[in-house]
């Protein structure tokens, strides 16, 4: 079993910074990587950003510039730096570990961000 932790989100106003980070503890030997998603009120959730055990990273094309998405393995901790925040990035961002033997993985809780415009 893994479980992640959330933390870091809040309100901004649009063109401001957050970081959130994402702290695992448990197995975290099986993870093969970790994302971060968002849902906003009445949309699905969707993938932001991901980094695997390797390192490489992949972006949704409406954040790449913007968001960048890192990791501290001494941590077992990663992190999502959101500059240049809009008023559409609004949601509750949550990460999710893929994790070998667990189909569906593990969520955290999610964090809020709101950006004001």
């Known amino acids: 079993q893994v479980h992640l932790v959330e933390s870091g989100g809040g309100l901004v106003q649009a063109g401001g910074s957050l970081r959130l980070s994402c702290a695992a503890s448990g197995s975290t030997s099986i993870i093969n990587a970790i994302g971060w998603y968002r849902q906003a009120p009445g949309k699905q959730r969707e993938l932001v950003a991901i980094?695997?055990?390797?390192?490489?990273?992949n972006y949704a094309d409406s954040v790449k510039g913007r968001f960048t998405i890192s990791r501290d393995n001494a941590k077992n901790t990663v992190y999502l730096q959101l500059n240049i925040l809009k008023p559409e990035d609004t949601a509750v961002y949550y990460c999710?570990?893929?994790?070998?033997?667990?189909?569906?993985?593990?969520w955290g809780q999610g964090t809020q961000v709101t950006v004001s415009s």
């Open positions: 999710h570990a893929e994790a070998r033997l667990y189909l569906r993985g593990f």
């Open positions: 980094i695997s055990s390797s390192g490489s990273t």
